[in-house]
């Protein structure tokens, strides 16, 4: 059964501290890897990575996948409060309407 | 630029009854699909519509039916509700060129 994991479940820390959240995944059929933050309701599109070994980088985040060990990782730098929220990773493949898989999420915590 | 719009916002209903959510996808996105999301979870995949023809359908009973008008905007109804479907649901629009995908707010579903 295809499946994707998030870790930690729960994260907290301080400002300026850095984060390292974990997505791992057994789906066949693989086509691409997403990653969202949630505050409140929509989640928000971070970043979509479909190569190995390519940083995707926007601001303090990024992020990259690695196909062979079928994971990714989201880190972010220096945080902050506004950080706050539940990261989700989604992965998608081409069968079955374009299905995208959703982990639990990571609840990250911010405190000042 | 909109981006993907919802409604209603919040609903309550009654076991037994039917609700319809509207979903209005991102100018020029002929993609739409309909997550359930369980507080505490990720979401679920419910349907996908492509050209207004559906192209994937998660596990979900017959319940949960869906379409998708010319306009590219969407419905989803559910007949026959049960406390367990009360959740958010989250409609998105799939970018063709990027295969990004974008979220609306979400409509939030109370079945009492």
């Known amino acids: 059964e295809d499946k994707v994991v998030q870790s930690p479940l729960s994260l907290v820390v301080h400002e300026g501290d850095t984060v390292t959240l974990n997505c791992s995944y057994e789906v066949t059929n693989f086509r691409s890897l997403l990653w969202y933050k949630q505050e409140k309701k929509a989640p928000t599109f971070l970043f979509m990575l479909t190569s190995s070994g390519i940083e995707k980088k926007s601001g303090r985040l990024s992020s990259i996948l690695d196909k062979k060990e079928l994971f990714s990782i989201l880190n972010i730098t220096a945080t902050q409060t506004g950080d706050s929220a539940v990261y989700l990773c989604a992965v998608g493949q081409p069968n079955t309407g374009n299905q995208f898989y959703f982990g639990t999420g990571t609840s990250l915590t911010v405190i000042p | 630029d909109a981006g993907v719009t919802q409604s209603p916002t919040h609903l309550i209903k009654t076991r037994g009854q039917h609700v319809t959510l509207r979903c209005s996808p991102i100018s020029g996105h002929k993609s739409v699909s309909w997550y359930q999301q369980v507080l505490g979870q990720g979401p679920q995949f419910i349907f996908q519509?492509?050209?207004?023809?559906?192209?994937g359908r998660g596990n979900f009973p017959d319940r949960f039916s869906a379409r998708q008008f010319p306009n590219y905007s969407s419905e989803l109804n559910v007949n026959a509700l049960l406390l367990g479907d009360s959740a958010l649901y989250l409609c998105a629009s799939r970018s063709f060129t990027t295969g990004e995908l974008f979220f609306g707010e979400g409509s939030r579903l109370t079945v009492l």
């Open positions: 519509y492509y050209e207004k023809e559906e192209r």
